[in-house]
């Protein structure tokens, strides 16, 4: 695919952080610790990794078209801005819908949607939904409740694979998935079918809705439980872009790829300690906690206040 002046992979992560923040700030509220742990790995995939086409979707996404029917010729599903389905084409599927920002964030950083997308974020009758569903941009299908997109993403590379089509199926998930079941399920089905054109990578930040993972539902020796479903298991700095890359070309044949990626929630904006281990969603209480916030991580990220 051709990216008019190109970018290097830490500038698209550094990106992604910035637009999160300033949407954070004028919104009154936002995903900004999936921005600090996901930036990286994002925009690895985004910039380097993902074989992708030019997108076949507006830059300024569409109205909510209706589900797809028959007798609905107009829906869209928001791969549109992955670019047209083909055999040598990589396909991407979002697991964890309420990254949907930090997507947007990145389709934009890349050049793929418009630089004013986001106005039209979480609005009604849009396509650019608060939480990502299938018609949002980036966004195949819709994954419901936490933990179906693995299952997804590996039927559609069984068939892939099963077509000869050459095109590997990404898949971009959480931790919190581990804690369901539905994602061993799908381990132990991609390991006994030797899915091997499959890769998925895990943002690992060990926090959810609730506050700390360790809290609630804590999942232990987590390399060593993915890898004893004969995948093949990389756990890396999920910040550091050189063993994000030697993971992501560390595939096996006969086997899926499963990359865990160690991150902290408050990369790039380390003010947000201040409110661990509330950190899943940021809203503000006071004028004054904002300003607070604002002052500290636009110096942080290196936004003028100006743009805020």
């Known amino acids: 695919m051709s990216i008019p002046n190109r970018q290097s992979t830490e500038d698209v992560a550094a990106g992604i952080r910035r637009r999160v923040f300033l949407h954070t700030m004028r919104n009154n509220g936002g995903y900004l610790s999936q921005a600090c742990s996901a930036a990286e790995s994002l925009a690895l995939l985004y910039n380097e990794v993902l074989k992708l086409g030019e997108p076949t979707l507006p830059k300024l996404p569409p109205p909510f078209a209706?589900?797809?029917?028959?007798?609905?010729?107009?829906?869209?599903?928001?791969?549109?801005?992955?670019?047209?389905?083909?055999?040598?084409?990589?396909?991407?599927?979002?697991?964890?819908?309420?990254?949907?920002?930090?997507?947007?964030?990145?389709?934009?950083?890349?050049?793929?949607?418009?630089?004013?997308a986001l106005d039209h974020f979480n609005r009604d009758g849009g396509s650019v939904e608060m939480i990502g569903a299938e018609h949002s941009p980036g966004m195949e299908v819709t994954t419901g409740s936490l933990a179906q997109g693995l299952s997804m993403a590996s039927g559609l590379a069984w068939a892939r694979k099963r077509k000869g089509e050459k095109g590997k199926v990404w898949v971009y998930m959480s931790d919190g998935e581990f804690q369901e079941g539905q994602t061993w399920e799908a381990l132990a089905a991609l390991s006994y079918h030797g899915i091997d054109n499959i890769r998925a990578i895990v943002d690992v930040n060990r926090q959810q809705c609730d506050g700390a993972m360790s809290s609630v539902l804590d999942l232990g020796d987590l390399p060593g439980r993915v890898a004893a479903f004969g995948v093949t298991c990389r756990s890396v700095d999920g910040h550091d872009l050189d063993t994000l890359r030697a993971a992501a070309d560390s595939a096996e044949p006969g086997k899926p790829l499963v990359i865990l990626a160690n991150t902290s929630p408050f990369q790039g904006m380390n003010y947000l300690q201040k409110r661990f281990p509330r950190l899943h969603y940021v809203r503000f209480k006071t004028r004054e906690e904002r300003e607070d916030m604002k002052l500290a991580l636009a110096a942080e990220l290196g936004v003028d206040l100006a743009d805020i």
């Open 66 to 116: 209706g589900v797809p029917s028959a007798n609905n010729p107009g829906a869209f599903t928001g791969a549109g801005y992955h670019g047209p389905f083909a055999p040598d084409y990589d396909r991407f599927i979002i697991s964890p819908a309420h990254y949907a920002l930090v997507i947007y964030s990145a389709l934009i950083q890349m050049g793929r949607m418009d630089e004013n």
